[in-house]
């Protein structure tokens, strides 16, 4: 008889729910601009060379490195599952942004290929230097422990 595991999320874990990270400063360049343009093959004219609009998905450059904020791990594996971004306006090449991170949900999830596992899902959200909101990134990212992983059926 197979026991239903029990959750690893504790009460330390929950208590990240809804801290904001300290904000992190950055800015898009031309060069990495460009660059994601060309490994897109992306030749829309609103952010093309000399516009000095940056195309939206550069933001992504930022969203995998530090946060400023410390995510909960509670078991060792993990896969991005979800992704949504949302933009309040363009942004300009050069134009310093502020990311804040913040955990939103914690949950389990029983089953599935790889046994039990844990849903986080956290929000980047990008100001300019005046305080407006610039984009929103919400992604979800599924925690499992690769021990727990059953073959193909």
């Known amino acids: 008889m197979n026991e239903e595991p029990e959750s690893k999320i504790t009460d330390e874990h929950r208590a990240l729910i809804g801290q904001k990270s300290a904000p992190v400063i950055f800015t898009v360049g031309a060069e990495d601009a460009g660059r994601l343009r060309g490994v897109l093959d992306d030749a829309d004219a609103r952010w093309a060379d000399g516009t000095g609009v940056a195309p939206p998905y550069a933001i992504a450059i930022f969203q ?3 946060r400023g904020g410390a995510m909960p791990r509670i078991l060792p594996g993990g896969i991005m599952t979800q992704q949504e971004w949302r933009f309040t306006r363009p942004f300009q090449i050069g134009e310093p942004l502020q990311a804040v991170t913040q955990l939103i949900q914690l949950r389990d999830r029983m089953g599935g290929r790889y046994g039990y596992s844990v849903l986080m ?7 300019d230097g005046d305080g407006a909101h610039v984009a929103a990134i919400l992604i979800t990212i599924t925690q499992f422990d690769p021990a727990g992983a059953r073959g193909r059926e």
């Open 121 to 127: 899902t956290t929000s980047t959200d990008f100001y």
């Open 64 to 66: 995998g490195g530090s």
